[in-house]
């Protein structure tokens, strides 16, 4: 079994990638670089494992840290770091996962491409002493726990522990809507100091390799050190990225309205743009539900979830966070059709809940990307 370590000389290779294809969130990589940095100086190793080696009976769960990204903007992220050296909510949730299954993990993939929820997660496997999946559930980030490929293939998401911020302990065993475990998680963690951590899908490591979305760590690594490469060159590190995973340009612009809520443990925006350059005739509008969810172009449908819409900065090519736009800041958008796997889970009657533009305040069907350009 070749496990392979991530280093000092990943780390901003690694964000870089992960803030892209956090389509707006994930968690900001400033905390997922405090994160890995205290755990080196605190001697944890980080170790990933691709999910073609793992042993079919092996057990393998998923999780994350559950919040708004506007509550976790909020919080003082030192103060954080040192609660979580004896309180760390997503090792409570991994314990009460193992006693709820009778059995040891051997293995933990992440829910998401994220700034903080892939680091959280290397920091956990390097904390309890095992290799994370080389992969994720969705090959970039998503507001909803059951927006996943492991629910199109037959994996169930329960039982999830869930563990807010005060210490409060729920355990959902079973569910008969696909949404009620998250809607449930928001309720605690909203009530429970806006921060929370669970535990869920735990499945063999037979069943990983059919759904998972693969090598997705390693990608960003990849995929993050050319842009980085591309700045430090002098190219233009957008379209370096765009050419490498054969994106669309969708636009260019600059935001001219936004509207922003914060709700339910979610952070709502809607955003109009006007065009600049190539696209100075034109506007834009965007939804956004932590992530980016859906775009319209002149008043023409150009991407819906789970198809990536990647925000990027035109200058530098770094991932937009959606706290950080403002009126009158210039972005790209670069869209990315997303995984065949979890094309196959909109196909399954609970990915059809899962997924449905509802989830997002919208009454649009998903059209694939390529159909729509």
């Known amino acids: 079994m070749a496990l392979k370590k991530i280093n000092r000389e990943d780390l901003e290779p690694l964000l870089e990638g992960l803030a892209i294809f956090g389509t707006g969130g994930g968690g900001s990589p400033d905390w997922g670089r405090e994160i890995i940095l205290n755990d080196f ?3 944890r190793e980080y170790t990933i494992i691709d999910p073609d080696e793992i042993e079919d009976d092996a057990v393998v769960v998923s999780g994350g840290i559950m919040g708004s990204v506007k509550t976790l903007d909020n919080m003082n992220f030192d103060e954080l770091l040192e609660y979580w050296e004896d309180n760390f909510e997503l090792e409570v949730a991994f314990r009460e996962m193992e006693r709820e299954l009778g059995k040891k993990i051997d293995y933990f993939v992440p829910f998401e491409m994220g700034g903080l929820n892939t680091p959280v997660i290397l920091s956990l496997g390097a904390r309890v002493g095992i290799p994370v999946i080389d992969g994720d559930a969705l090959g970039r980030a998503a507001p909803e726990t059951q927006m996943t490929s492991f629910i199109g293939h037959g994996i169930s998401l329960t039982p ?26 928001r309720f605690i963690i909203t009530r429970g100091g806006g921060l929370g951590a669970n535990n869920h899908y735990p499945m063999s490591g037979g069943q990983l390799k059919n759904s998972v979305i693969p090598n997705t760590i390693s990608r960003a690594i990849e995929i993050g050190r050319s842009v980085i490469n591309a700045r430090n060159n002098g190219e233009d590190p957008v379209q370096v990225f765009r050419k490498i995973v054969s994106g669309i340009n969708i636009f260019n612009g600059k935001v001219k309205e ?112 390529e159909e729509l350009h």
């Open 41 to 43: 100086k605190r001697g």
């Open 160 to 185: 999830m522990p869930l563990i807010d911020h005060d210490g409060n302990v729920v355990i959902v065993r079973k569910a008969i809507n696909p949404v009620y475990p998250d809607q449930i998680g």
């Open 258 to 369: 936004i509207s922003e809520e914060e709700a339910e443990g979610f952070y709502f925006i809607k955003i109009k743009l006007s065009g600049l350059e190539k696209d100075n005739n034109s506007s834009c509008e965007l939804i956004i539900k932590n992530e980016t969810m859906a775009c319209w172009k002149n008043g023409e449908l150009q991407i819906v979830f789970p198809d990536l819409l990647c925000m990027l900065d035109p200058k530098t090519g770094r991932g937009i966070m959606s706290i950080e736009l403002k009126e009158n800041l210039e972005l790209k958008l670069v869209a990315i059709p997303c995984h065949e796997r979890l094309r196959e889970a909109l196909k399954h009657a609970d990915g059809k809940i899962a997924f449905s533009s509802k989830r997002y305040g919208q009454n649009i069907k998903y059209v694939p990307l």
